[in-house]
């Protein structure tokens, strides 16, 4: 990925943090099945120090923090300083004493050699530049005897969360080509690719889990709305592109297309993630 889209990818993020510290206990609740998958791929347990790859607003960080307890600690890492910022806000309204906080990206981690037992990443390792050298650099610094485990999305039919959204924002925006190995949501979503990127990076044992659970929320066809356009640096750009006054007709398409997924004050979306794991060395 030339250097030009890698800073308009950041800067995207870095728009993206004030609504994911905005959303953060619903991201918190939507997500939490994510992080209960890496924590048992990852054998995370009391007294551990992880590594969180990618922790946005501070999920799965947060939680692991309170896992690992005292004895244990925290890395969380994310390359976007607004992210970082509202993270560590957050873990000191928590008084959470055991988390640190590094912004860096995935492919150039700041860390010593075996630092830590096990290198974590929910929904971050898509948007990595180079996933191998990520990778790479998440084995070197755990132990020997670690683990790294990552969640990525499904298929994009799979995840209506996502799709009943941008496939009718697709239908008013012109969509460039996209590359399927650019950084994107769906990026790992075909079985095995990115089983094959820890293959690669020599991840022994590599396992692939596929999660379906339920993205849930105690929210309104309207909120969701108002949080996918925000939360989403692509859906930010798209509705940008249309004219103000096509934006009621999407807005209804919208509506037309989600509305099974909400009853009684609730949204229930299906939802399909993989974890795909494995260890330093095979002993
Ligand atoms: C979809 S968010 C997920 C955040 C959080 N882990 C969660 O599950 O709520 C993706 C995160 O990946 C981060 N990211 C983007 N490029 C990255 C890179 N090269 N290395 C590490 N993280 C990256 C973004 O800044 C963003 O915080």
């Not at 728009?15 to 209960?36: C, G, H, N, Q």
């Not at 790479?136 to 039919?157: C, H, M, N, Q, T």
């Amino acid at each position: 990925m030339a250097s030009e889209e890698q800073n308009k990818a950041l800067d995207a993020w870095q728009t993206s943090a004030r609504y994911w510290d905005k959303y953060r206990v619903l991201i918190a609740e939507m997500f939490a099945p994510l992080t209960s998958g890496l924590v048992e791929e990852a054998r995370i347990g009391i007294g551990q120090k992880v590594l969180d790859i990618g922790g946005g607003s501070g999920e799965p960080s947060l939680t692991i923090s309170r896992i690992v307890g005292p004895t244990g600690s925290v890395m969380y890492t994310d390359p976007v300083a607004g992210m970082v910022e509202t993270a560590q806000k957050e873990a000191g309204k928590r008084g959470l004493t055991n988390i640190q906080f590094r912004q860096c990206s995935a492919d150039d981690l700041p860390f010593a050699d075996h630092a830590f037992d096990t290198a974590v990443g929910r929904l971050s390792a898509m948007f990595f530049v180079d996933p191998v050298t990520a990778v790479r650099e998440a084995l070197r610094v755990i132990l020997e005897d670690g683990y790294v485990s990552f969640a990525v999305w499904g298929p994009k039919e799979a995840n209506p969360f996502f799709s009943t959204v941008s496939d009718v924002i697709d239908q008013f925006v012109e969509v460039p080509r996209e590359d399927p190995d650019a950084p994107d949501t769906f990026r790992f979503a075909l079985p095995g690719k990115l089983a094959g990127i820890l293959e690669n990076a020599d991840v022994k044992n590599v396992i692939e889990r596929q999660l379906n659970f339920q993205i849930k929320a105690p929210i309104s066809i309207e909120q969701f709305w108002q949080l996918r356009t925000e939360m989403s640096g692509t859906l930010r750009e798209k509705m940008a592109g249309l004219a103000p006054a096509q934006l009621p007709n999407v807005k209804q398409a919208v509506a037309d297309a989600a509305w099974k997924y909400f009853a009684g004050g609730t949204m229930s979306f299906p939802a399909e993630a993989l974890i795909v794991s494995g260890k330093k060395s095979s002993i």
